[in-house]
């Protein structure tokens, strides 16, 4: 097996763990801060997650399948780098130092 193969799997069970992390962190959260966040509601960010999630496990990167991976890997991305702030903000409560 050459390194570039090796490397493409650790990507792509990076990857799943990164989608795995999101749909948990989603999972986790209270469904009322979603709507005080401004935010999609909890059932929808469980479908994206959850299912960006599974495609991230299916499907592997530089397969047929990558068309899903990219658009799965983003809705992770937007879900972690996006809304979980926001969440954490709004369930801590937001101070002004």
């Known amino acids: 097996m050459l390194v570039a193969d090796w490397i493409l799997r650790v990507i792509h069970w990076g990857s799943a763990l990164v ?55 983003a809705a992770a991305l937007v879900y972690i780098v996006d809304v979980r702030p926001r969440l954490i903000e709004v369930q801590r409560g937001h101070r002004n130092w």
């Open 19 to 73: 989608g795995l992390f999101a749909f948990v962190h989603a999972l986790l959260q209270r469904a009322d801060a979603y709507s005080a966040a401004d935010r999609k509601t909890k059932p929808i960010w469980m479908l994206i997650t959850g299912g960006s999630t599974l495609a991230l496990v299916l499907f592997e990167i530089g397969g047929p399948g990558f068309i899903f991976w990219v658009p799965a890997m």
